[in-house]
């Protein structure tokens, strides 16, 4: 039995919450096990802990949540008592009987005493006469005394006998039946019955009364025409208080009635606000999911502009450098067919030059042969050979030679500034 008591000291230790959480799996445990007085008594201390543990936080969301906890396992408390075929009593609901059963039966008294204040009753009677004496009021204020739970005939804290339901509702059928003769004779007769006998017969005297009952015989035979108005007055004030009991009885029946569709109206209203209270939950965690990924989406959004504005701005500093580069391709292809033309008339002069100089060589190795001892001498003096300076024979064409050497000059290149 130690880890009793030390599972015991753990739960008085704990906090109210924890406990709950302690008393809602137990209740969880004994519905499993089909044992629905333990569930009942498990799922009402998980709501009290519930309650307990709501009152001590201050967060708002954390309240409602340990109220809808609170609210749901009381619920299952109710259907597990729903769902046992043999509920235990409940001693509060016991003590909620007797308390309205007595309230009931103090009404009673009241209006009892009541009747008795007004002449509908006579107060000398016996006790089992007291219920047959009421034939003057109606059916529905006796079918009221009929409510009263039969079970419970405890003895009533006030001084009077306790009522029977059972007799109660033979006495008001025994009414109902008198009121219907009285009225049928009425009608028959155009006439109404005397309300108490002792009055239609009190004009003649009997024997052996008193100095009272000569007075009232005097009074009586005098004031005959008193009595009579007296009589109508007592009958009228007797109706009056006839129709406002039944508009009285009337008035608690609608309330009830009214009392109950509230009771229902209250009750779809608590399922209403628990399903808004869950849409509010629900639409709170879309909203904040939603933000989340909105915020996420604007980051990649702007990320993705910035992006295409370096790759805008790459793409136009690109197309500059080409533009740049094709301006200098243009000029170096300028420059190049420059330098081929001006190539290829410096081939053309060398090549004219080439056999200008040959034709004059011819000419004067020829002259040479002439001028000379023989044949064998032709080219076999060397000395005259070297003699020979390409200066001054070859004036005229070695101007021509310069002439081609200026035009055959190659053109500057394109990116050297010309002097």
Same mark, same amino acid.
């Given at each position: 039995?130690?880890?009793?008591?030390?599972?015991?000291?753990?739960?008085?230790?704990?906090?109210?919450?924890?406990?709950?959480?302690?008393?809602?799996?137990?209740?969880?445990?004994?519905?499993?096990?089909?044992?629905?007085?333990?569930?009942?008594?498990?799922?009402?201390?998980?709501?009290?802990?519930?309650?307990?543990?709501?009152?001590?936080?201050?967060?708002?969301?954390? +309240? &409602?949540?340990?109220?809808?906890?609170?609210?749901?396992?009381?619920?299952?408390?109710?259907?597990?008592?729903?769902?046992?075929?043999?509920?235990?009593?409940?001693?509060?609901?016991?003590?909620?009987?007797?308390?309205?059963?007595?309230?009931?039966?103090?009404?009673?008294?009241?209006?009892?005493?009541? $009747?008795?204040?007004?002449?509908?009753?006579?107060?000398?009677?016996?006790?089992?006469?007291? $219920?047959?004496?009421?034939?003057?009021?109606?059916?529905?204020?006796? &079918?009221?005394?009929?409510?009263?739970?039969?079970?419970?005939?405890?003895? +009533?804290?006030?001084?009077?006998?306790?009522?029977? #339901?059972?007799?109660? $509702?033979?006495?008001?059928?025994?009414?109902?039946?008198?009121?219907?003769?009285?009225?049928?004779?009425?009608?028959?007769?155009?006439?109404?019955?005397?309300?108490?006998?002792?009055?239609?017969? #009190?004009?003649?005297?009997?024997?052996?009364?008193?100095?009272?009952?000569?007075?009232?015989?005097? @009074?009586? @035979?005098?004031?005959?025409?008193? %009595? %009579?108005?007296?009589?109508?007055?007592?009958?009228?004030?007797?109706?009056?208080?006839?129709?406002?009991?039944?508009?009285?009885?009337?008035?608690?029946?609608?309330?009830?009635?009214?009392?109950?569709?509230?009771?229902?109206?209250?009750?779809?209203?608590?399922?209403?606000?628990?399903?808004?209270?869950?849409?509010?939950?629900?639409?709170?965690?879309?909203?904040? &999911?939603?933000?989340?990924?909105?915020? +996420?989406?604007?980051?990649?959004?702007?990320?993705?502009?910035?992006? +295409?504005?370096?790759?805008?701005?790459?793409?136009?500093?690109?197309?500059?450098?080409?533009?740049?580069?094709?301006?200098?391709?243009?000029?170096?292809?300028?420059?190049?067919?420059?330098?081929?033309?001006?190539?290829?008339?410096?081939?053309?002069?060398?090549?004219?030059?080439?056999?200008?100089?040959?034709? %004059?060589?011819?000419?004067?190795?020829?002259?040479?042969?002439?001028?000379?001892?023989?044949?064998?001498?032709?080219?076999?003096?060397?000395?005259?050979?070297?003699?020979?300076?390409?200066?001054?024979? &070859?004036?005229?064409?070695?101007? %021509?030679? #310069?002439?081609?050497?200026?035009?055959?000059?190659?053109?500057?290149?394109?990116?050297?500034?010309?002097?």
């Amino acid at each position: 039995m130690g880890w009793k008591a030390v599972e015991s000291e753990e739960y008085e230790s704990s906090a109210p919450a924890v406990q709950a959480h302690f008393h809602a799996v137990r209740a969880e445990e004994a519905l499993r096990r089909d044992d629905y007085v333990q569930a009942e008594k498990e799922g009402h201390l998980a709501s009290e802990k519930f309650l307990q543990a709501a009152q001590r936080v201050s967060d708002r969301r954390t +309240i &409602d949540a340990l109220m809808l906890l609170a609210e749901n396992y009381e619920y299952r408390a109710k259907v597990a008592r729903a769902r046992n075929p043999r509920p235990p009593p409940d001693p509060k609901e016991g003590q909620k009987a007797e308390t309205q059963l007595n309230v009931a039966a103090a009404e009673m008294e009241e209006l009892w005493r009541r $009747l008795n204040e007004i002449g509908l009753s006579s107060p000398g009677s016996a006790d089992k006469n007291l $219920l047959m004496s009421s034939r003057h009021l109606s059916s529905s204020l006796g &079918d009221s005394f009929c409510l009263l739970p039969a079970k419970a005939r405890t003895t +009533i804290g006030v001084v009077a006998t306790a009522v029977d #339901g059972g007799s109660t $509702l033979r006495a008001a059928v025994a009414s109902r039946m008198r009121n219907q003769r009285q009225r049928l004779m009425e009608q028959q007769l155009g006439g109404r019955a005397p309300l108490d006998p002792r009055r239609s017969s #009190g004009g003649t005297p009997t024997s052996g009364s008193g100095p009272m009952s000569y007075r009232d015989r005097q @009074t009586s @035979t005098g004031n005959g025409n008193e %009595s %009579s108005g007296d009589d109508e007055a007592l009958q009228e004030m007797v109706a009056q208080q006839k129709m406002e009991i039944v508009r009285l009885l009337n008035t608690v029946k609608t309330l009830s009635s009214e009392n109950t569709k509230l009771v229902k109206k209250c009750e779809a209203l608590t399922n209403v606000q628990a399903e808004n209270r869950g849409i509010r939950e629900s639409m709170d965690h879309f909203k904040k &999911d939603y933000n989340q990924k909105v915020a +996420i989406w604007a980051f990649w959004i702007s990320f993705r502009e910035v992006r +295409i504005k370096m790759q805008e701005e790459q793409i136009a500093k690109l197309m500059e450098e080409g533009r740049i580069k094709d301006d200098r391709i243009a000029k170096y292809d300028k420059w190049y067919k420059t330098l081929k033309a001006g190539a290829k008339a410096k081939q053309l002069s060398q090549s004219r030059d080439g056999r200008s100089g040959a034709n %004059s060589s011819f000419s004067s190795s020829s002259s040479f042969v002439q001028n000379g001892s023989g044949p064998s001498n032709s080219f076999t003096n060397s000395s005259s050979f070297h003699d020979y300076s390409p200066g001054s024979g &070859d004036s005229p064409g070695s101007s %021509s030679s #310069g002439t081609s050497r200026q035009f055959s000059r190659p053109p500057a290149h394109p990116n050297r500034r010309a002097l």
